[in-house]
């Protein structure tokens, strides 16, 4: 078939990939460049960590994550270029003036393992735990969770590996040059068999409920930082966490800013962030600042995912608000189920929101 798919970011890579290897003709529309700069899945810390996320979201976002965890390794073994990925657990810490919070997230976790008995159960902490997971944090905190399985890969790594993938496939790669669902006829003569809408925010136009969730993103070089797993700190006001990328390469960020401003980071976010992370370990204080990115996610109402049609042979996929890389994984079977059977076992499985608006 000859398929198009509108948006390179995260999930239109991951589908044309997909589709391509499948045998599929694939064209492909991105109104930036091959970089994804302007691309959400930029501005990430592509943390995999389903029972971590919990606090915030439903249990069918942690069954499409710990889908994900699995999916992972085998989707970045079909590239040809290497991206770092890991599944060294989570670590989670908190300051003494902010145990309160830290045991409503405990409870948290506590009921999302009752709710999916599959999951590993955290650990508690204390002082001597933490210092034995991560040596470096020496006696700085008296308590921690951890939560075992929990993963991440490097974002950068992944896109670029992808771009090339999508080069050695063949695809044909339409940079700078937007387009929506409306430009094409699917089945007419001369049209594609089907178009696939991944565009994000992009797509606005066309399903106005979707938001924006401002990501404020920091990438840090501090060789003399020694945490190998990712970590989360309890704030009273949104998630901070701290992302080991290999080579002394930390990725700083909180994901949970209610607003569609892409302006430049604040000062107030920048210090708050830089000072969460001195908070953590003292070897943050002579990092060098590689990068300040702010970025929106498409987000619907309920914070949830959905997959609709536009028409027999269109389908828009959308609405990964902060869950991006925890979930493509299965929103990908989920549409390669839809688009070879049409229907999906697997979204079922996820409570999955998928609409039909041809009718």
């Given at each position: 078939m000859n398929i198009v798919i509108l948006g390179a970011g995260l999930m239109g890579r991951l589908l044309a990939c997909q589709l391509a290897r499948a045998g599929h003709s694939l064209e492909l529309f991105d109104a930036g460049g091959?970089?994804?700069?302007?691309?959400?899945?930029?501005?990430?810390?592509?943390?995999?960590?389903p029972?971590?996320?919990?606090?915030?979201?439903?249990?069918?976002?942690?069954?499409?994550?710990?889908?994900?965890?699995?999916?992972?390794?085998?989707?970045?073994a079909q590239l040809d270029e290497p991206v770092f990925f890991q599944q060294e657990g989570t670590l989670v810490l908190w300051h003494r003036q902010d145990v309160g919070e830290a045991e409503r997230f405990a409870r948290q976790m506590d009921a999302t393992c009752l709710a999916l008995p599959s999951l590993p159960s955290p650990q508690r902490l204390d002082a001597e735990g933490v210092a034995q997971l991560e040596p470096s944090l020496g006696s700085r905190f008296a308590q921690g969770l951890f939560l075992p399985g929990e993963?991440?890969?490097?974002?950068?790594?992944?896109?670029?590996?992808?771009l090339h993938q999508l080069q050695r496939l063949n695809i044909k790669l339409n940079w700078d040059s937007p387009r929506s669902p409306s430009d094409f006829a699917p089945g007419n003569p001369g049209q594609p068999d089907w178009v696939f809408d991944c565009r994000g925010l992009g797509a606005r136009e066309q399903w106005p409920v979707l938001r924006g969730v401002r990501g404020e993103i920091i990438t840090l070089q501090a060789p003399e930082v020694k945490l190998t797993r990712p970590t989360r700190l309890i704030h009273p006001r949104y998630p901070i966490y701290i992302a080991p990328k290999g080579d002394g390469i930390f990725v700083l960020g909180a994901t949970e800013i209610e607003s569609d401003d892409r302006s430049p980071m604040s000062v107030r976010s920048t210090l708050e962030l830089l000072s969460a992370a001195y908070s953590i370990d003292s070897g943050f204080a002579e990092a060098r600042i590689l990068d300040l990115v702010t970025q929106c996610r498409p987000a619907l109402p309920d914070n949830l995912p959905s997959i609709r049609r536009l028409g027999e042979r269109v389908m828009q996929i959308n609405g990964l608000y902060r869950h991006?890389?925890?979930?493509?994984?299965?929103?990908?079977?989920?549409?390669?189920?839809?688009f070879t059977a049409n229907t999906s076992p697997l979204a079922s499985t996820f409570s999955l929101s998928l609409q039909d608006l041809q009718h």
């Open positions: 091959p970089e994804a700069l302007n691309s959400a899945a930029r501005a990430a810390a592509a943390m995999l960590a029972l971590a996320e919990s606090a915030i979201t439903e249990t069918s976002v942690v069954q499409m994550g710990v889908h994900g965890l699995k999916r992972w390794p085998e989707l970045i993963g991440q890969l490097d974002n950068h790594q992944l896109l670029a590996a992808m991006g890389y925890l979930i493509a994984p299965a929103l990908l079977d989920v549409v390669m189920e839809l």
